[in-house]
């Protein structure tokens, strides 16, 4: 045990040409949440039933109703084709949220989990890599279910649907990184109803249940500039097999917000721990 | 013990144990607040030391900046020959830290904590594995190895906390009053554990309230009061300095006892160096305790009851700074 030339072992990343990659453990801690999901496995379940009633009570329920809606590249499909991919758009962005807020919250404020790993050659970069990973790899496992009850119900037009995982996963990833970084400046747990009163409307009015052009031409803006619109919109493209450029655009907004929202996290990480 | 300057251990010789820590007017700031005052220390290889103080002394404060987690407001710091800013990943990696607060992962069981750990240290699985054994027996919690952290005693976590931060066999154990808040034998096994480290040639660095922790443990000590050392050697050379070989304690009851404790500064007995009051009692620093008995018995100054003591480091702080360690 005493023999202090045995340390090299330990020998630690020092910058990596990646910043955005911290030292390079960020892999430790996902394993870390593993160890630690494995013993409470209920909450796994929640996440993947959420989307599955929403798309029975919304699109089949509501679509029998509805009949057929204009769809991407004006493409006329079923409500319930229509409302399935923004589902998946949505649980993921919700996973993420709820994965970035809550349980970071806890961990920051009363956990003191960071406090022990930052003791180690671990830097708070290798904490937001680690914990937004987890939530990425959490949001693939819904992600792909959900993926399966669709083509299961004929909702997927194409091959194109299997580019809607890695959709998903950048939505976790855009809405990971800049809610974690929202909760580095949160204080006491009722910051948390401002988060659900910018997720709420975002929900109901990101061309999720209608079409954009339902609304009048104000709204259309509004929704225009929210991410999970974005998200919504490519993921419906991919799922229905009707690509186009404007999928472009939604991929930089959802790039752009994973880098703001990482950079801010790892700043704030590291004034909030390293006091 | 000699000290060693900043540039000494800058350019020392590889064959000679580097100094684990210098420090030269080490400062913190926390706003307006200043928490540790430009403080000077030398802490060689293999070496105890222990920072002594009262509650926001800034122990913590210094302990912070040594383990490369809190930014130093102004002076400098060598920690294992490193720049904390520049190398803090490279320190850390050679570094052991028991905090003051146990932050246990309360998540995982006994064994998942010290795997994890040895990970976030970036050490391969098959070496974890085998050390994990070693240290659950180092820490006498091999029999609760699959238990969940949050079932342990105050005294299992404490040495789970000290267990976890040997995972990489560290050159320097930074122990934030690892003692505090556990019973009497709880102390003395974990003074046991620490004993066996320092056998071993690590070099710790403590903090405590307690004096005869320091005097137990530590090679050398600092003593440290709002922010500032204000004493610093083996825990006998701060005694012999700074207070008499014994003290006798005189108790008057608490009604007389202030007006008792001035009385017998005034009799300005030539054996007496000093005398501290307290509300209870007063602590005489005496060279002779019976003539100092005898003078105050002919001056109808009899004590409702006294006890002469050797003197402990407990003395030599009230002695420096008016006040008690530990109320
Ligand atoms: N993060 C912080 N922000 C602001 N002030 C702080 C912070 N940490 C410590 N302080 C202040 O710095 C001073 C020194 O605190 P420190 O924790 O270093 O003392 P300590 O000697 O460890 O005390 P204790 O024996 O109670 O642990 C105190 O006045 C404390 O309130
Ligand atoms: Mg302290």
Redesign the pocket.
Known sequence: MSAPSAVSVAAPARLTPLALLGAGRAHTLMFRNYLSARSHPVVFFGGFLEPVFYLFSLGVGLGALVGDVTGPNGVTVTYVEFVAPAMLAASAMNGAITESTFNIFFKLRFGKLYDAMLATPMVPMDIAVGEIGWSQVRGAAYSTAFLVVMAFMGLVRGWTALLALPAAGLIGLAFGAVGMAATTFMTSWRDFDLVQLFVLPMFLFSATFYPLEVYPGWLQAVARVSPLYHGTALVRGLVLAEPSWSMVTNVAVLVAMSVAGLLVARRRLATLLL? | MSTTSATDAATADPAVPMAAVVARGLT?H??D?V??DGIDIDVAAGETFA?L????????????MIATVSPVTAGDLRVLGMDPTADGPAIRSRLGVVP?EDNLDLELTVRENLLVYGLYHGLPRPLIRARIDELLAFAQLTDKADNEVESLSGGMKRRLTIARALVNEPDLVLL??PTTGLDPQARHVLWDRLHELRSRGVTLLL?T?YMDEAEQLADRLVI?DH?RIIAEGSPRELIERHVTREVLEVRFGSGRQPAATDALLALGLPEVDAVEGLAERAIVHTRDAQATLDALDRHDLRPRGHLTRRATLEDVFLRLTGRQLVD
Do not use: I, P, W, Y
């Open positions: 006091t | 913190k926390f706003g607040l928490a540790v920072f103080g009262a509650n926001g002394a800034g122990k913590t404060s210094a302990m912070r003051q934030d009053e903090t309230h440290m922010g």
